[in-house]
């Protein structure tokens, strides 16, 4: 009775772990994230420890230690179905964003009585009468859908002559999409404290920008990395001081990073080259205002080129993006200190010339830094460059499996991209399948300093830097050339190179 009993016990542990088995190697792989030879080793390690369960339970002397040791692989199995499930979910909540959220608020002055949209019924509104208008309109027949009249409305020129307006009382209600209140805070600091927001309008667009599906294995593409200058959720439109281009070309695995200064003075442009600020120029840091592919195809018609996604990232994404990594060796061309230190120590973090181990709080510190380089914005720029090969070099490198799952986890919340699902996939398994090392190389446009009128700002004169078309021009040729690359070309570059040496 207990022969018959115990051998009907060995039958379950032996389907279930055959069962167990296959389907998690059919799981693995429809998921397409892993590399067929890390597939075949899969199934021949899963058919070892079948073979073992079977002659296990065929005796007497290790029939229960095959039960354990079936039970942990069980286990290990689930754990790892689960924790692909989770990485696989997070992949697809990041992949293949479309959608920017631009935030219209309706502002009073601190000491005004109204409290609601419907006080202000018989309110003069203040609007800008060209920029963001789209977005200006359907807030404003959002609010006159509550009130049941029309509004009497008074348009500015710019953002800083409508808040003006407001000072003076000449309006009651600023109508105001947040992603200008940066450029509003620059003049009128202590606005926030002055003002108090009625209400506002969450709109949600399309980017309108055509998405290049590329096959990111065989074919170079660019993607444009945009740094806005917010803490808090990644989707809502702002200022974008990071602009930097990424050319990465998979096959001779090289990456140019092209850094644009913030301040660059340029015309805006909206999808197929049309003109968004009429050929006035802006500052590129002012088109993220409009929408990241407002600045995608700014920068497509400065470099001529084109850009096949985005990656959208602001100041909370960067800090947690390094924390979760474990932080992060930068490299630093020169030592200085800091303005952005630690909050409420008295004290600003340092840097040395050279390698430094930095957290996420010192990570944005190193990024936001400028006043202390002679060079300012430029060296800013090379900084961020750092940072993202700092970022990158660790991605790559087998110390991300420690925090793989909470990154891929927080991941929706930390950035957007415009990169389906499918290749942030496939560029995951190429690099498993090679772990290749990938050679990082830098470009900066250069300009000149300059007081002028700007699109976003026409009443006041703001620091620009007029760019410098010749280093424009130089870097086009780079990133063309690096799209155009082959392993043979690389070689070919390399024997002329040891030749020289």
Request: hydrophobic content about 40%; overall charge positive; charged content about 25%.
């Given at each position: 009775m207990k022969t018959i009993f115990k051998r009907k016990i060995s039958l379950i542990v032996i389907l279930l772990q055959l069962v167990v088995s296959v389907m998690?190697?059919?799981?693995?792989?429809?998921?397409?994230?892993?590399?067929?030879?890390?597939?075949?080793?899969?199934?021949?390690?899963?058919?070892?420890?079948?073979?073992?369960?079977?002659?296990?339970?065929?005796?007497?002397?290790s029939y229960i230690f095959g039960r354990v040791l079936a039970l942990v692989f069980g286990m290990i199995f689930f754990v790892g179905a689960k924790y692909m499930n989770e990485s696989m979910a997070?992949?697809?909540?990041?992949?293949?964003?479309?959608?920017?959220?631009?935030?219209?608020?309706?502002?009073?002055?601190?000491?005004?009585?109204?409290k609601t949209i419907a006080d202000a019924k018989d309110y003069t509104y203040g609007i800008l009468s060209v920029q963001d208008r789209e977005n200006t309109d359907k807030a404003l027949a959002e609010a006159k859908s509550k009130v049941g009249k029309d509004l009497k409305i008074m348009e500015f020129d710019d953002s800083l002559t409508l808040v003006d307006a407001l000072y003076a009382k000449e309006i009651q209600v600023a109508v105001i999409n947040q992603s200008f209140l940066n450029p509003i805070k620059d003049k009128y600091v202590s606005f926030t404290k002055d003002t108090r927001e009625l209400e506002n309008s969450e709109i949600q667009t399309e980017v309108e920008e055509e998405i290049i599906d590329?096959?990111?294995?065989?074919?170079?593409?660019?993607?444009?990395?945009?740094?806005?200058?917010?803490?808090?959720?990644?989707?809502?439109?702002?200022?974008?001081?990071?602009n930097v281009i990424a050319t990465i070309n998979p096959v001779t695995k090289k990456i140019l990073?092209?850094?644009?200064?913030?301040?660059?003075?340029?015309?805006?442009?909206?999808?197929?080259?049309?003109?968004?600020?009429?050929?006035?120029?802006?500052?590129?840091?002012?088109?993220?205002?409009?929408?990241?592919?407002c600045s995608m195809n700014t920068l497509e018609k400065l470099y001529d080129i084109d850009i096949d996604y985005y990656v959208r990232v602001n100041f909370t994404s960067l800090k947690k993006i390094v924390d979760l990594l474990g932080g992060v060796e930068v490299y630093s061309d020169s030592d200085f200190i800091s303005d952005w230190g630690p909050h409420?120590?008295?004290?600003?973090?340092?840097?040395?010339k050279g390698y430094n181990k930095v957290n996420g709080k010192k990570a944005l510190a190193f990024c936001r830094e400028r006043h202390h380089f002679q060079n300012g914005d430029y060296q800013r720029g090379?900084?961020?460059?750092?940072?993202?090969?700092?970022?990158?070099?660790?991605?790559?490198?087998p110390s991300i499996l420690r925090n793989f799952s909470k990154l891929l986890k927080e991941s929706k919340h930390m950035f957007q991209t415009s990169m389906s699902k499918d290749r942030i996939v496939s560029i995951c398994k190429m690099q498993l399948n090679d772990m290749?090392?990938?050679?990082?190389?830098?470009?900066?446009?250069?300009?000149?300093?300059?007081?002028?009128?700007?699109?976003?700002?026409?009443?006041?004169?703001?620091?620009?830097?007029?760019?410098?078309?010749?280093?424009?021009?130089?870097?086009?040729?780079r990133i063309k050339k690096v799209m155009k690359e082959t392993p043979e070309d690389v070689e070919d570059t390399k024997e002329k190179d040891d030749k020289i040496e």
């Amino acid at each position: 009775m207990k022969t018959i009993f115990k051998r009907k016990i060995s039958l379950i542990v032996i389907l279930l772990q055959l069962v167990v088995s296959v389907m998690f190697c059919i799981y693995v792989g429809t998921l397409g994230a892993i590399p067929t030879k890390y597939l075949v080793a899969l199934v021949i390690v899963s058919v070892l420890l079948l073979v073992y369960q079977i002659m296990s339970q065929a005796t007497n002397s290790s029939y229960i230690f095959g039960r354990v040791l079936a039970l942990v692989f069980g286990m290990i199995f689930f754990v790892g179905a689960k924790y692909m499930n989770e990485s696989m979910a997070a992949l697809q909540d990041v992949g293949g964003a479309t959608m920017k959220v631009d935030i219209i608020s309706f502002y009073v002055l601190n000491d005004d009585p109204a409290k609601t949209i419907a006080d202000a019924k018989d309110y003069t509104y203040g609007i800008l009468s060209v920029q963001d208008r789209e977005n200006t309109d359907k807030a404003l027949a959002e609010a006159k859908s509550k009130v049941g009249k029309d509004l009497k409305i008074m348009e500015f020129d710019d953002s800083l002559t409508l808040v003006d307006a407001l000072y003076a009382k000449e309006i009651q209600v600023a109508v105001i999409n947040q992603s200008f209140l940066n450029p509003i805070k620059d003049k009128y600091v202590s606005f926030t404290k002055d003002t108090r927001e009625l209400e506002n309008s969450e709109i949600q667009t399309e980017v309108e920008e055509e998405i290049i599906d590329t096959d990111v294995t065989t074919k170079p593409f660019n993607v444009y990395i945009s740094g806005i200058d917010v803490y808090g959720k990644i989707g809502q439109t702002s200022r974008s001081d990071v602009n930097v281009i990424a050319t990465i070309n998979p096959v001779t695995k090289k990456i140019l990073l092209t850094s644009t200064p913030r301040d660059y003075y340029v015309p805006l442009y909206t999808k197929g080259g049309k003109s968004y600020s009429g050929g006035m120029p802006d500052k590129l840091t002012h088109a993220g205002i409009y929408g990241v592919d407002c600045s995608m195809n700014t920068l497509e018609k400065l470099y001529d080129i084109d850009i096949d996604y985005y990656v959208r990232v602001n100041f909370t994404s960067l800090k947690k993006i390094v924390d979760l990594l474990g932080g992060v060796e930068v490299y630093s061309d020169s030592d200085f200190i800091s303005d952005w230190g630690p909050h409420g120590a008295g004290t600003h973090y340092k840097f040395k010339k050279g390698y430094n181990k930095v957290n996420g709080k010192k990570a944005l510190a190193f990024c936001r830094e400028r006043h202390h380089f002679q060079n300012g914005d430029y060296q800013r720029g090379r900084n961020h460059q750092h940072m993202i090969e700092a970022i990158l070099n660790k991605v790559m490198s087998p110390s991300i499996l420690r925090n793989f799952s909470k990154l891929l986890k927080e991941s929706k919340h930390m950035f957007q991209t415009s990169m389906s699902k499918d290749r942030i996939v496939s560029i995951c398994k190429m690099q498993l399948n090679d772990m290749a090392k990938w050679k990082v190389a830098f470009a900066n446009a250069e300009g000149y300093g300059a007081k002028k009128t700007t699109f976003s700002i026409r009443s006041t004169p703001l620091y620009v830097c007029e760019p410098n078309h010749s280093s424009v021009q130089k870097i086009t040729k780079r990133i063309k050339k690096v799209m155009k690359e082959t392993p043979e070309d690389v070689e070919d570059t390399k024997e002329k190179d040891d030749k020289i040496e």
